[in-house]
């Protein structure tokens, strides 16, 4: 049986400081937990002329799924957190999550703060097999991320989710993280220290997630815990209210769950990504539908009597 990835705050960034010190990408190796036929690693070339490489997890199929579900992730940026719901995931759909540019084993090795800049680098995880449809998910600071990336590439993006979204006002954890971050900078290992100095400077970048969403067409949706002390579940509720998009943003708000969603467990966050899959009834012809005559009242009308 697969190790549980150690969950909590103290537990990751203990991980984060202990995985630094052994020269270690992942905290938590996901090879020596699943075979490479459930969850392995994989990398690709930055888009944008970027070039970086980036490192990613993906769940292997012999042929496309119908959906392949791309998640952004938050600051820091951890794949590896994921990788019991990797593991979860039904044979008909895929799933890949990415160290974004600046964390675990992708490049650079200095911070990338600028959304903008993220977005571009992480366009190819939209390519899919003909046919296939794709599901983007935004996490924490992933979702202004993700918002971009659909807006660049109109008609690759079929949904889009929004995941425990950080949009700049911070929680009283979050806060605090982040005054105590700031102060130690230099000692912090480095995906903490770029987690730091990426949600210190997203406030003035929101301008550009905002526009995103309101020029999509297609479903958005919001899961967010209601015990959420990292970004709060106002923050997210006000900017789904707000935001004039063509579609109403639907909004799903997850009882006693807090900004670790992926924390849970793998059936449930798996159930509420399926609810964000588009469906529709199958179309069928109808005949018009014709006054009805009994045929002594017809033979009169066709006579003019």
């Known amino acids: 049986m697969a190790r549980k990835r150690p969950k909590g705050l103290l537990a990751m960034g203990w991980a984060s400081f202990e995985s630094a010190a052994r020269g270690r990408t992942e905290h938590a190796p996901t090879s020596a937990d699943y075979p490479d036929t459930v969850v392995r690693?994989?990398?690709f070339t930055a888009g944008g002329g970027h070039g970086w490489r980036i490192s990613a997890l993906e769940t292997p199929r012999a042929r496309p799924a119908a959906w392949k579900i791309v998640v952004i992730t938050g600051a820091p940026s951890w794949a590896e957190y994921w990788a019991e719901t990797l593991a979860a995931l039904p044979a008909d759909r895929e799933m890949i999550v990415v160290d974004r540019p600046g964390y675990g084993a992708?490049?650079?090795?200095?911070?990338?703060h600028d959304i903008r800049?993220?977005?571009?680098?992480?366009?190819?995880?939209?390519?899919?097999?003909?046919g296939q449809k794709v599901m983007l998910v935004g996490q924490s600071y992933g979702a202004a991320i993700a918002s971009l990336m659909a807006e660049a590439q109109p008609g690759r993006v079929t949904s889009l989710v929004l995941l425990s979204g950080f949009f700049a006002d911070t929680g009283p954890t979050a806060r605090w993280l982040l005054d105590v971050g700031s102060r130690a900078l230099k000692v912090l290992p480095r995906d903490l220290r770029h987690a730091v100095v990426e949600c210190s400077g997203q406030r003035p970048q929101l301008a550009y997630a905002r526009r995103a969403l309101g020029r999509l067409n297609i479903p958005i949706h919001m899961i967010h815990g209601d015990r959420d002390d990292f970004a709060p579940i106002e923050v997210a509720e006000r900017l789904a209210a707000e935001t004039v998009t063509r579609r109403p943003i639907r909004f799903i708000r997850t009882a006693g769950a807090n900004h670790f969603l992926n924390d849970?467990?793998?059936?449930?966050?798996?159930a509420a990504l399926e609810t964000c899959i588009p469906t529709r009834a199958p179309w069928r012809f109808a005949w018009p539908r014709l006054p009805r005559l009994s045929l002594?009242?017809?033979?009169?009308?066709?006579s003019g009597a």
């Open 117 to 130: 800049t993220q977005a571009e680098a992480l366009a190819p995880l939209l390519a899919a097999a003909r």
């Open 106 to 112: 992708s490049e650079p090795r200095d911070p990338v």
């Open 41 to 43: 690693r994989t990398t």
């Open 296 to 302: 002594p009242r017809f033979l009169g009308q066709a």
């Open 264 to 270: 849970g467990p793998a059936e449930a966050l798996l």
